[in-house]
C-alpha cells in the first residue's frame, strides 16, 4: 500500500489518491480540523515586522483608504504605516513568508502528494475585523489554512475569463459576486478551504489577529511556455538552419504563398520544436525559476572541490531559502535542476538533494562525484552553509 492510499487528516480523511481524482483542479473542498491543535508559526507583530524589511514583497489593502476605496500601497512599510491604520476593514498580505520563517516552509512537508516544482511559495495575511481583499478569482490553485482567528469564506462558483472586475482600482475585484448554494461558511484555526483555478471566492475578518497562510501553486500560462520554450531553443539553433525550398515547381504567380510553401515552413517550426529532450531540459529550468531572481547569493570567492570538503566536515549544508530543486530522468541521463539551471547527476544523488534535508559530511561517502556538484551548488547559492554571523 502507498503512503497515497492512506487517508489524511489533511485533506478531511481522503486518501491522496482520492483527493487528487476527485478534487485537484476540478472543485473546491472545505476541511475542518485539516490541522488540529494548529499553532501559527508566526504570529501578527513578526509579520508586520517582515512587511517592514527591503526586499519582502508586501502589500497593504485598505477598503477605505485615505486616498479611496480599496487603496493598495506597496511594502516596505514603516510603524508609522500601521500606527495609523483603523481598527477594520483593512488586510496586510505578505508574499512568499516560507523564504524568510523556516518554520512557515515546514508546511509545505505537509503537501508531499502534489510535485515540489509545482509549488510557488506560502503567502500569509493578517486583518482585523472587516478585512478583505475582495471578491476574485486566481489562476492558479490555493490552499486557504486558518491559522489564527476566523475568516469567513464565500464560494461564487467558476468564473469566465473575461467576468467584468472593478474599474480604476490596483486589485482584480468581481463586479457582481453571486455566492453559490452551501458555500458560506467560517473557518476556524486549523480549518483549511482548497480552491482549483478560477473559482471565485470572498474571505472577510470575523475577529482580530485573523491571520491566512495560502500555499499556492505555479502553472505557466501557453503563452508564457510558448515564447520561453522557443527563446531557449532559439539560442541554441545555428543561424544556418533556415526555411529551404529544394525542388519546388516555378511560381504560378510571383506574388501568391502557396500551400506548399506553407507546408513547409510549418515542418521547419514543428520538426524544430518537438525534441522531447531540448523540452525536458527547459521544463526543468523554467519550473525550478526562483520566485525572486535575487535571492539566491552566490559564494564569494567560490569554493573548490577541496574546500567544499573540508568545509562539510565541520558544517551541514541546507537548501537556500527560496531555493527550487526538481529532476529528471532522459535515456540514460539524469539531470538536477536548481534555481533554473541544470547540472548532470545520478538518479540517487539527484533524489536526495530534493529531499531538502541537510546535507552533511556523509553524503560525500554515500554518493561517488557529490564533492564536485555540490560545490557547484554551493558557488550558485542554491546551497547554503549556515551564515556565520546570524
Excluded at 49 to 63: N, Q, S, T, Y
Excluded at 227 to 240: C, M, R, V, W
Excluded at 359 to 372: E, H, K, N, Q
Aim: glycine share 8%; with cysteine; aromatic share 8%.
Amino acid at each position: 500500500m502507498s503512503h497515497h492510499d492512506t487517508p489524511l487528516t489533511l485533506l478531511g480523511d481522503l486518501t491522496p489518491a482520492e483527493f487528487m481524482a476527485e478534487y485537484w483542479q476540478q472543485k473546491p473542498l472545505l476541511i475542518r480540523g485539516a490541522m488540529p491543535e494548529f499553532l501559527s508559526p508566526i504570529d501578527a507583530d513578526e509579520l508586520a515586522g517582515l512587511a517592514c524589511e527591503d526586499g519582502v514583497e508586501a502589500r497593504l489593502i485598505e477598503e477605505n483608504g485615505p486616498d479611496g476605496p480599496w487603496q493598495v500601497s506597496h511594502g516596505p512599510f514603516d510603524e508609522a504605516t500601521f500606527e495609523r491604520l483603523p481598527e477594520r476593514d483593512w488586510t496586510l498580505l505578505v508574499q512568499a513568508v516560507d523564504h524568510y520563517v523556516p518554520a512557515v516552509a515546514a508546511l509545505l512537508d505537509e503537501f508531499d502528494f502534489l510535485p515540489r516544482w509545482r509549488l510557488d511559495d506560502i503567502m500569509i495575511s493578517y486583518a482585523p475585523p472587516g478585512g478583505s481583499v475582495g471578491p476574485h478569482a486566481d489562476q492558479y490553485d490555493v490552499f486557504l489554512l486558518q491559522a489564527a482567528g476566523h475568516r469567513r469564506w464565500q464560494l461564487g462558483g467558476e468564473t469566465a475569463e473575461d467576468a467584468p472586475i472593478i474599474d480604476g482600482i490596483d486589485l482584480k475585484i468581481l463586479e457582481t459576486f453571486e455566492v453559490e448554494a452551501d458555500s458560506d461558511w467560517v473557518l476556524e484555526t486549523g480549518d483549511m478551504l482548497y480552491l482549483p483555478p478560477g473559482w471565485a471566492h470572498h474571505g472577510v475578518s470575523e475577529t482580530d489577529e485573523c491571520m491566512t497562510v495560502s500555499v499556492g501553486f505555479r502553472a505557466p500560462s501557453a503563452d508564457e511556455a510558448v515564447t520561453s520554450y522557443a527563446d531557449y531553443l532559439g539560442e541554441q539553433l545555428p543561424a544556418s538552419l533556415r526555411y529551404t525550398d529544394a525542388g519546388m515547381a516555378p511560381a504560378q504567380t510571383p506574388g501568391e504563398i502557396d500551400d506548399a510553401a506553407l507546408e513547409r515552413m510549418r515542418r521547419l517550426i514543428l520538426d524544430t520544436l518537438d525534441s522531447p529532450v531540448q523540452m525536458s531540459q527547459w521544463f526543468g529550468r523554467v519550473m525550478t525559476q526562483p520566485k525572486y531572481v535575487d535571492q539566491l547569493i552566490p559564494f564569494d570567492p567560490p569554493l573548490d572541490e577541496a574546500a567544499l570538503i573540508e568545509k562539510l566536515e565541520r558544517t551541514p549544508l541546507h537548501p537556500a531559502p527560496g531555493s527550487r530543486f526538481a529532476w529528471r530522468r532522459d535515456g540514460g541521463a539524469t539531470t538536477l535542476f536548481a534555481d533554473g539551471d541544470g547540472y548532470p547527476c545520478t538518479p540517487e544523488l539527484a533524489v536526495r538533494l530534493c529531499e531538502g534535508r541537510l546535507i552533511r559530511a556523509d553524503v560525500l561517502t554515500d554518493f561517488p562525484g557529490a564533492a564536485a556538484l555540490l560545490a557547484q551548488l554551493v558557488n550558485a547559492g542554491s546551497l547554503n552553509f549556515p551564515l556565520d554571523d546570524d
